[in-house]
């Protein structure tokens, strides 16, 4: 079965550091662009960054609101999407998803989502 | 970065009213756009891909269309299972972007 799951969230004081993983199974992990994606406590999605596959070398790309603060990488020995956010602001408060990319627009699987907390 | 309109931001239909949502990008996005349902403490799941292409699994009672600048997403007969949160999402140029939500609710 095609699975995702993070871990890592918590709460930590503005200006900290977290960071986040997703446990991928059920397929081939290096032929897809991975991504994490972000949702604010009763607001809508925001796409974070992504790490492309082996084919596109693991490129990446970010959001503007997390440039120079987040690194995504990824272990494919291990299935393991990672996230690091450094300097953390009370506006990264969110639940983080990781999701596998089919095609471009298809986010087909996500995972349940791990709660991060920036607060003092 | 690519703006995407989505409206409305929330309707109230009956169970077997035909909805229609649509998203407007700031500029011509070809047809990378996804839509997505999202129900309250739940993770959103895929509906569309490719502005019209049906994901696996999904009910054909939704249905997209679109390319450019205009897209919609439409339900055919809503469903009890259908009152939820719609995304749309361009995946066209960075950074992505999804539409502000559509909440369906039930009238």
């Known amino acids: 079965e095609v699975h995702l799951a993070e871990s890592g969230g918590g709460l930590v004081q503005p200006g900290g550091s977290l960071r986040l993983a997703c446990a991928a199974s059920?397929?081939?992990?290096?032929?897809?662009?991975m991504d994490w994606v972000r949702q604010a406590p009763g607001k809508g999605l925001e796409w974070v960054a992504r790490?492309?596959?082996?084919?596109?070398?693991?490129?990446?790309e970010y959001a503007a609101s997390v440039r120079g603060r987040f690194t995504i990488s990824r272990d494919n020995s291990k299935n393991l999407l990672y996230l690091e956010m450094n300097s953390l602001k009370t506006e990264d408060t969110a639940v983080y998803y990781c999701?596998?990319?089919?095609?471009?627009?298809?986010?087909?699987?996500w995972g349940q989502g791990t709660m991060v907390t920036v607060s003092s | 970065a690519i703006q995407m309109t989505q409206s409305p931001s929330s309707l109230s239909a009956s169970v077997g009213d035909r909805v229609t949502i649509t998203c407007r990008a700031s500029?011509?996005?070809?047809?990378?756009l996804g839509w997505y349902q999202q129900k309250p403490g739940k993770a959103p799941e895929l509906l569309i891909y490719?502005?019209?292409t049906l994901q696996s699994g999904v009910p054909s009672r939704f249905s997209g269309s679109g390319s450019g600048t205009d897209f919609t997403l439409t339900i055919s007969s809503l469903q009890p299972e259908d009152f939820a949160t719609y995304y749309c999402l361009q995946d066209h140029d960075y950074p992505l972007t999804f539409g502000g939500g559509t909440k369906v609710e039930i009238k």
């Open positions: 500029q011509g996005i070809v047809n990378d």
């Open positions: 999701t596998r990319d089919a095609i471009r627009g298809a986010f087909d699987i």
């Open positions: 490719l502005a019209s």
């Open positions: 059920g397929f081939i992990f290096t032929d897809h662009y």
């Open positions: 790490i492309r596959n082996k084919v596109n070398s693991y490129t990446i």
